[in-house]
């Protein structure tokens, strides 16, 4: 009898289980049998989880039968602190930034990371062995930074004791910048999502090619299906199956259409931008609907539902005179990664400002849909023109996939501000944290047809749909592999 504090999960997503004979499906895959899988993961920050779980769906997809747990391998051992509180030192660091910077930076250095190692190998390595050999898995996979070296440790002498070969895999879940603890170079294999994070994990962590496969980060499948079945947005059938898309979720389907999110729990400066753009897009003459991701603020929600749009939009007006003595000044602001393409784009907006030419004869007709925590995210990217979100590793790669061009307004220090270069040097959007300035630049991305259609294909370029396919399909052949050679 298993005793872990974890969570098991045997569930599929609806449409994952009419899809479980999909034709595409590897005949290999199906003949093999399930499998016993341990993730190794911790609730700071909600990409690591959602990693695991679009991992697992893909298993229980290949492999029908295959059962998995989610082990936080320092809560859910009787550790000592630190290790005991962090996941509530994450909370109250990640929501002080210049906490959360000093803390990445002083651990992210060869001398700290091997100062923790040997002291929590010293207080708990037993302790993670022992929970490891009560579920006795088949094969373990990491998708956190701080569960890649004394797990490691503790799946080889448990693969000892048992006496045989438990493969041990890393899916980074970071995208375009990561922790020194992400990179042990004797796991068995290790998957990454971008070109600088490879570049990292060879200088900080000697990972040789041969364990390296570039695969993308893993999302869930929902992003997969909507991805096939829209195929190129820009397309006319593209353009179609987006249309379908929005009548589906009751979205007037002849309106631009702009996604703000915050994270699950609505955090942000969400209020203000969503008054911005509301103010801007209406006085520029842009028919629009903004949908706001409010995730668990019923405040937020409440708010927004409620509220007084033609004060937002007066106040606004009130607040012109000074604005357009700043508007050329903020849209011509170029900084060193923005594409020529939405540069350009601007200039053009701006020369226009100056000229007086930025509001409309008749005003924009916006409205505004709060919605609460969304499970169908993968339908309101599709559905999307726009999206404003921070600069989470996980959200970015959802948007690549199905080619949606991004407005970055935050990102904590550290390890999320590889995500903003993503985007930069991707060509698919822009970081602001102004939400006056978000506002005046989705305005002019709106008004520029052709401009989105560079950023939505310059996206999908970057994008990688079937990444969580992939890669189950890489770990599981090998441990079926490895399994076999078990028996003889």
């Known amino acids: 009898q298993l005793e872990m504090e974890i969570e098991r999960s045997s569930e599929q997503h609806p449409q994952d289980e009419q899809n479980n004979n999909d034709d595409d499906m590897s005949t290999t895959s199906t003949k093999k049998g399930p499998l016993k899988i341990l993730f190794l993961s911790s609730d700071t920050g909600g990409g690591h989880r959602a990693s695991a779980e679009a991992l697992a769906n893909q298993f229980q997809r290949l492999y029908p039968g295959t059962t998995y747990d989610l082990l936080d391998i320092w809560s859910d051992i009787d550790s000592s602190w630190p290790y005991n509180s962090i996941k509530d030192a994450y909370k109250s660091m990640s929501a002080s930034p210049w906490k959360w910077r000093t803390l990445y930076h002083v651990s992210n250095t060869a001398v700290y990371a091997k100062f923790a190692d040997m002291h929590s190998y010293y ?246 849909i709060p919605l609460g925590f969304v499970k169908n995210m993968a339908e309101y990217m599709v559905a999307a023109d726009v999206l404003v979100s921070k600069a989470g590793p996980g959200t970015i790669a959802e948007a690549a996939a199905v080619g949606l061009p991004i407005m970055v307004t935050s990102h904590l220090p550290g390890q999320e501000a590889g995500n903003v270069d993503i985007v930069l040097d991707g060509g698919f959007g822009d970081y602001c944290e102004d939400p006056e300035t978000i506002a005046l630049e989705i305005a002019c991305w709106l008004q520029d047809s052709q401009l989105l259609d560079v950023m939505s294909k310059k996206a999908q370029a970057v994008g990688h749909p079937h990444a969580a396919e992939e890669i189950a399909q890489d770990i599981g052949d090998t441990t079926h592999d490895l399994m076999e050679k078990n028996k003889k």
């Open 123 to 368: 207080m708990n390595e037993g302790m993670i062995r022992e929970k490891i050999e009560q579920y006795n898995p088949d094969v373990v996979v990491s998708v956190h930074p701080t569960m890649n070296y004394i797990p490691l440790l503790s799946i080889r002498k448990v693969a000892e004791k048992f006496d045989k070969e438990i493969p041990f895999f890393t899916v980074v879940t970071d995208f375009g910048s990561g922790h020194c603890t992400w990179f042990n170079k004797d796991v068995d294999r290790m998957y990454l999502a971008s070109e600088p994070i490879k570049a990292i994990a060879q200088k900080r962590g000697g990972v040789p090619d041969e364990k390296i496969v570039m695969s993308g980060l893993p999302i869930r499948y929902d992003f997969a299906a909507q991805a096939d079945a829209m195929g190129d947005r820009t397309t006319d059938e593209g353009k179609a199956h987006q249309q379908k898309i929005r009548e589906e979720l009751n979205i007037d389907p002849n309106k631009k259409i702009i996604l703000v999110m915050g994270g699950g729990e609505g955090v942000g400066s969400l209020s203000s931008i969503v008054n911005e753009l509301y103010a801007k897009l209406r006085t520029q003459g842009v028919d629009a609907t903004i949908c706001v991701v409010c995730g668990r603020n019923e405040q937020l929600k409440g708010d927004l539902e409620t509220r007084c749009w033609d004060t937002v939009v007066s106040q606004s007006l009130n607040s012109y005179a000074s604005l357009k003595s700043r508007v050329v000044t903020k849209l011509l602001s170029a900084h060193a990664s923005r594409s020529r393409r939405i540069q350009a784009a601007l200039d053009r907006a701006a020369a226009k400002a100056a000229k007086g030419r930025d509001v409309a004869e008749v005003p924009g007709n916006i409205d505004v």
